[in-house]
């Protein structure tokens, strides 16, 4: 079964009604429910979606999702070991000329050491890395 990346902002964005891409998440979500996979993120990922959560909706919707991404039989949260931070940091500091956040960069070397080649997300750095973003 393929698997793919869950990022923060397709989160935000299902979870946010006044988000941009509310409704081509929404859209991508009801098609992801009749063909499910494995979806994969990690804390870096959990962390962010979180804390935008509580800041610009509720502690509430915070709660609910953390709730749900804990709990779903479907989302698996890839452990990051030291070495892994380690290369996740590397990666960062090799594409210095791009704007890619540290927590970007972990997720590239999850999806890659996991061979995932789509994500969940709105992040245009994912397709910059060559992931198919849906």
Same mark, same amino acid.
């Given at each position: ?21 509310? *409704?081509? +998440?929404?859209? %991508?979500? !009801?098609? @992801? =429910? ?41 989302? *698996?949260? +890839?452990?990051? %070991?030291? !070495?892994? @931070? =380690? ?48």
């Amino acid at each position: 079964m393929e698997s793919i990346f869950l990022d923060s902002s397709f989160i935000i964005a299902l979870e946010d009604a006044d988000d941009q891409n509310h *409704e081509t +998440a929404a859209a %991508s979500w !009801e098609s @992801f =429910k009749k063909n499910p996979r494995k979806l994969i993120t990690t804390a870096y990922i959990f962390d962010e979606t979180i804390t935008f959560l509580k800041r610009r909706i509720s502690y509430d919707k915070a709660a609910k999702v953390g709730r749900l991404l804990l709990s779903s039989p479907l989302v *698996e949260m +890839a452990h990051i %070991s030291e !070495e892994d @931070f =380690k290369q996740g940091w590397a990666l960062f500091l090799n594409y210095h000329d791009k704007d890619f956040s540290f927590t970007d960069c972990v997720s590239f070397l999850v999806m890659k050491q996991q061979r995932i080649k789509k994500a969940f997300t709105f992040d245009r750095h994912f397709k910059q890395m060559g992931f198919v973003v849906v």
